[in-house]
Structures are given as C-alpha cells and as structure tokens.
C-alpha cells in the first residue's frame, strides 16, 4: 500500500518530536516543519494524512493538534565531467551541458526536521524565561 512509505517515515518524525519536545518540558507541539527531498519519493499529501492519523494516537498526544510545515525540495545535482549544477525533476538526471551521465545528487534527498514549536507551561520556566512567553523552538 501507497501510504505504508509515508506512515514509516512520519512515524519516526514524531518519535524524534515527541522526545525533543518531553526533553524540553513542552506540554503541546504547536508546528513541526520539515524538509522532504522528492527523491524521497514521498508524497506531500500523503504525509500529511500520516501526520494527522498518527498525531491522534496517544503515544504522540503531544501532537495533537499540531500544524505541519512541508518544504518539497527539488532534486539539484553536479556533473562529475563538466562541474555543472542543475535542478532536474525525478526521472531526467543527464548533465544538461554536456549530456554526461556521471553526475552526483547534491540536493533532493533530505528528510529532515527543520524546527519544532512547543508550548511550555509557565512553572517549569526558570528566572530567565524565553523572550516569547509560552513558546519556543526546540
């Protein structure tokens, strides 16, 4: 199934959110924003139905709620022969230059998480608190 890709890749942003956010004191992820590669093949909506179905779950109550922050990057690579870089879709990766076959992927893999906002309850905040009261970025 299409979305099994998807659910395993968001489980394991949440995962990384979730204990960022515990380690922080959070009591509520407000926005998780991330980097997704279109060489990962993953598709934007369908994480998007896996961040919902997954934030429900109590294992990720943190998440509940949460907005989600998706940046698609386009695929961007350098020719091994004549050094030029260019953004190219998933399937045509040919040097446009010189047409050259030997080239390295430099951009469009990444899946990463770029921020996370949480909420933190005022009493767990110390003397000097956040200079946004009831927020911060992990």
Known sequence: ERIM?????????LDAVQTSAKQAGADRVLK????????TEAIE???RFAFEALSEQR????CAGAELDITMVCPRSRCL?????????RFHMLCPECGSFATELIAGR?????????????????????????????
């Open 5 to 13: 890709h998807e659910l395993g890749i968001m489980t394991g942003v």
């Open 32 to 39: 998780v924003s991330l980097s997704v590669g279109e060489m």
């Open 45 to 47: 909506d369908a994480l």
């Open 59 to 62: 294992e990720y109550a943190l």
């Open 81 to 89: 022969e004549c050094g030029a870089e260019y953004d190219h879709d």
């Open 110 to 138: 990444e899946l990463q998480i770029d921020s996370i906002e949480v909420d933190i309850p005022d009493d767990e905040e110390e003397g000097a608190a956040a200079a946004e009261p009831g927020s911060a970025d992990a």
